[in-house]
C-alpha cells in the first residue's frame, strides 16, 4: 500500500479520485449497485455525463457532519486511533482508497451514518441486508489495498436511540483475486480506452443515433409542437368543467329534497352508488397474520405505462449540457422504472 498525502474533501483528493478506481466504486463495476449501472460510472469518468450532484442530499449532508463522532465512538469502543488516509495499490495503483480510518494494525474500518430506514434493516437483516451486501464489496477493496486480513463496516446512527451496528469482515482472498481486482482492472482499462462496456435497457438512458436520430428528431418535435397546442385547450376544457359542475350545483339545490327533474332539455338524476370494500382494512382486522410478502402471490401482473415530459427545449447552436451524453444508445442510471424517491441514501458515495 502506497500513503498519498492529500486531504480529503479537497479539489485535488477529487481529481485523484477521478483518475482512479475507488472503492465506493467497485459494487458499481461488478453490477451489485442498483443506484449506478457500470455504463454510468464509466461515462461519467470519461465525461460523457456529469456525475450527480449530491452536495443538497441531506444523507450525504448528515454523513459529513457526523463522521467525526462516529469514527471517536469507534476508537473509544475498540480502544483504538483510526487515522483517516488515503492510499494506492502498492501493485495496481490505478486502484485507489480514501479511508474512513486504519486502526493500529492496519486495518481498514469503513463508517456509515445511516437513515434510520436502513439502520433498522441491518439491524434486522445482518449480513442479508441490501446496505451490507453493498458495503461489503467496498470493506473488501479497502482490505485489498491495505494488504490487511480483516476490516470493518459500521452502522453508526450517531444516536442516543440506536447502538453501532458492527461487522468484523475478513478477507475473501479468492472475491479479491478471482472477481474484484480483475474486474476493476478491466474497467480502468475501459474508461483509459474509452471502450464502453454494454448500457442496461432498463436502467440506462437511450440516446437515438445516425437515422434512428433523425426520426426521433422529427417525432419529439411533432409531440412538443402538439402538446402546446394542446395545453390551451386543456385550460379552457377544465374552465368550462368548472362551469358546468357550478350549474349542476345550482340544479340539484333547487330540486330539494326531489331525486329527479326532467325540464328544458335537461334530465337531472339524484342516486346513491354503493360504495367499494375496503380490502386492506378488512385484511388487517380478519387476518392481521398475514405479511405484505404473502398478498405478492396474488398481485396481478404489472402492465407498462408510459409517461412524457415536456423538458426545455435546447438553443440551436448552442452547447450541448455538461451532463447529456454525446454518443449513442445511452441512458442515464436510474434506481428502478418506477417513480424515483426524492433524496435516496447514496450507498457507496463514500
Not at 476493476?184 to 480506452?193: D, I
Given at each position: 500500500?502506497?500513503?498519498?498525502n492529500l486531504?480529503q ?5 477529487l481529481?485523484w479520485r477521478a ?7 467497485a459494487a458499481?463495476i461488478?453490477?451489485r449497485s ?8 464509466w ?5 460523457q455525463c456529469?456525475?450527480?450532484d449530491?452536495?443538497?442530499n441531506?444523507?450525504v449532508?448528515?454523513g459529513l457532519?457526523l463522521e ?11 480502544d ?5 488516509v488515503?492510499a494506492?495499490?502498492s501493485?495496481h495503483?490505478v486502484?485507489?482508497?480514501s ?9 481498514p474500518?469503513e463508517?456509515?451514518i445511516?437513515a434510520?430506514?436502513?439502520?433498522e434493516?441491518?439491524a ?5 441486508s441490501q446496505a451490507y451486501?453493498l458495503?461489503?464489496?467496498q470493506?473488501?477493496f ?10 470493518w463496516l459500521?452502522f453508526?446512527?450517531?444516536s442516543d436511540?440506536?447502538t453501532?451496528l458492527e461487522?468484523e469482515?475478513v ?11 480483475p474486474?476493476c482492472?478491466?474497467?480502468a ?9 454494454p448500457?442496461d435497457?432498463?436502467r440506462?438512458r ?5 437515422e434512428a ?5 422529427r417525432?419529439s ?8 397546442r394542446i395545453q390551451?385547450?386543456e ?5 368550462l368543467?368548472?362551469q358546468?359542475a357550478e ?11 326531489f331525486?329527479l327533474a326532467e ?11 354503493q360504495g ?6 378488512a385484511?388487517?382486522e380478519?387476518?392481521?397474520?398475514l405479511?405484505?410478502?404473502q398478498?405478492?402471490a396474488y398481485r ?8 412524457v415530459?415536456?423538458k426545455?427545449?435546447p438553443?440551436t447552436g ?14 442515464d442510471s436510474?434506481?428502478?422504472t418506477t417513480e424515483?424517491?426524492t433524496?435516496?441514501e447514496?450507498?457507496g458515495?463514500?
Amino acid at each position: 500500500m502506497k500513503i498519498v498525502n492529500l486531504s480529503q474533501r479537497t479539489p485535488q483528493w477529487l481529481a485523484w479520485r477521478a483518475q482512479g478506481v475507488t472503492a465506493s466504486e467497485a459494487a458499481v463495476i461488478l453490477g451489485r449497485s442498483p443506484y449506478q449501472t457500470p455504463w454510468r460510472l464509466w461515462a461519467e469518468k470519461t465525461g460523457q455525463c456529469a456525475p450527480a450532484d449530491l452536495a443538497d442530499n441531506p444523507f450525504v449532508q448528515r454523513g459529513l457532519a457526523l463522521e467525526d463522532q462516529a469514527r471517536r465512538g469507534f476508537e473509544q469502543r475498540h480502544d483504538t486511533l483510526l487515522l483517516p488516509v488515503c492510499a494506492e495499490s502498492s501493485v495496481h495503483p490505478v486502484l485507489r482508497c480514501s479511508f474512513d480510518g486504519l486502526n493500529d494494525v492496519g486495518e481498514p474500518v469503513e463508517l456509515k451514518i445511516p437513515a434510520q430506514k436502513t439502520w433498522e434493516a441491518v439491524a434486522s437483516q445482518g449480513a442479508d441486508s441490501q446496505a451490507y451486501r453493498l458495503y461489503w464489496v467496498q470493506v473488501q477493496f479497502q482490505i485489498a489495498i491495505a494488504e490487511a486480513a480483516r476490516g470493518w463496516l459500521v452502522f453508526d446512527p450517531v444516536s442516543d436511540q440506536a447502538t453501532a451496528l458492527e461487522f468484523e469482515i475478513v478477507r475473501d482472498h479468492a472475491f479479491i483475486e478471482q472477481e474484484l481486482i480483475p474486474a476493476c482492472l478491466r474497467f480502468a482499462e475501459a474508461v483509459r480506452t474509452r471502450q464502453e462496456p454494454p448500457p442496461d435497457p432498463e436502467r440506462d438512458r437511450y440516446i437515438a443515433d445516425g437515422e434512428a436520430r433523425m426520426h426521433w428528431e422529427r417525432w419529439s418535435s411533432h409531440y412538443r409542437d402538439t402538446a402546446r397546442r394542446i395545453q390551451p385547450i386543456e385550460a379552457e376544457l377544465k374552465a368550462l368543467k368548472g362551469q358546468l359542475a357550478e350549474a349542476q350545483q345550482a340544479l340539484v339545490e333547487l330540486m330539494g329534497d326531489f331525486l329527479l327533474a326532467e325540464q328544458d332539455g335537461l334530465r337531472v338524476q339524484r342516486y346513491r352508488q354503493q360504495g367499494s370494500v375496503d380490502y386492506a382494512a378488512a385484511l388487517a382486522e380478519l387476518h392481521p397474520e398475514l405479511e405484505p410478502a404473502q398478498l405478492e402471490a396474488y398481485r396481478r401482473p404489472a402492465s407498462e405505462r408510459v409517461r412524457v415530459t415536456l423538458k426545455e427545449e435546447p438553443v440551436t447552436g448552442s452547447p450541448e449540457p455538461a451532463d447529456a451524453p454525446r454518443r449513442r444508445r445511452r441512458r442515464d442510471s436510474a434506481p428502478d422504472t418506477t417513480e424515483p424517491a426524492t433524496a435516496l441514501e447514496p450507498f457507496g458515495y463514500f
